[in-house]
Nanobody, 121 residues
Framework: QVRVVESGGGLVQPGGSLRLSCVASGTAVRVTAVGWYRQAPGSQRELVARIGSGGEVSYGDSMKSRFTISRDNANDTTYLQMNNLEPEDTAVYFC???????????????WGQGTQVTVSS
């Protein structure tokens, strides 16, 4: 059994910052890659940032300059630091985690429920 829980969303003014947290955990599994995605109303879900088990990082188009993904393996938590936020960043932000079963290496994918980020004055 695996769980993915996001937190940290909210209302912020343009130019402000937020830090999202994603706790990905489970029984008899290990976490491999964790990613943040976002979906604005009427738009497709898009990659914000992703971090692999070895700390390798990738970002979606135009995300790298203001967003930073990091990982605290000891606490099963992945963070998304968002700076200089713009109204166009308003969206539901989802955490996506991949796990592997310790018994046989089988992959498991799990999405969180999402956390709303609203950038508005």
């Amino acid at each position: 059994q695996v769980r993915v829980v996001e937190s940290g969303g909210g209302l912020v003014q343009p130019g402000g910052s937020l830090r999202l947290s994603c706790v990905a955990s489970g029984t008899a599994v290990r976490v491999t890659a964790v990613g943040w995605y976002r979906q604005a109303p009427g738009s497709q879900r898009e990659l914000v940032a992703r971090i692999g088990s070895g700390g390798e990082v990738s970002y979606g188009d135009s995300m790298k300059s203001r967003f930073t993904i990091s990982r605290d393996n000891a606490n099963d938590t992945t963070y998304l630091q968002m700076n200089n936020l713009e109204p166009e960043d308003t969206a539901v932000y989802f955490c996506n985690a991949w796990f592997r079963r310790l018994s046989n290496g089988a992959p498991i994918e799990k999405w969180g429920q999402g956390t709303q980020v609203t950038v508005s004055s």
